[in-house]
């Protein structure tokens, strides 16, 4: 069973920077990606990966703050956040799809969440 397993969540001051890790059991995907989903709010799109890097996007929020990294082959995506601002706050969760232009509906594996909090 595959499992998408999520850290470095935690809480910051606005300005500041964290880095989310997500490891998947060692399995590849043709896409790996974060979402995001804030209280009250619907889980949103926040940056996706393909081919290891050479491929990425970002919700136009989080772009020039946000860099995706990782490693398809392997099962493995980051996250690097820096100018975190408290509208970044949210449950961040990583997804990985077998397909390489996923929707968000077709991301079959999530992992459990991890909390960022920016503090003003």
């Known amino acids: 069973q595959v499992q998408l397993v999520e850290s470095g969540g935690g809480l910051v001051q606005a300005g500041g920077s964290l880095r989310l890790s997500c490891a998947a059991s060692g399995r590849a995907f043709s896409t790996m990606a974060w979402f995001r989903q804030a209280p009250g709010k619907e889980r949103e799109f926040v940056a996706a990966?393909?081919?290891?890097?050479?491929?990425?996007n970002y919700v136009d929020s989080v772009k020039g703050r946000f860099t995706i990294s990782g490693d398809n082959a392997k099962g493995t995506v980051a996250l690097q956040m820096n100018s975190l601002k408290p509208e970044d706050t949210a449950v961040y969760y990583c997804?990985?799809?077998?397909?390489?232009?996923?929707?968000?509906?077709?991301?079959?594996?999530w992992g459990q969440g991890t909390q960022v909090t920016v503090s003003s």
């Open positions: 997804a990985a799809s077998d397909q390489t232009f996923p929707s968000p509906t077709t991301y079959h594996y």
């Open positions: 990966m393909r081919w290891s890097g050479v491929s990425t």
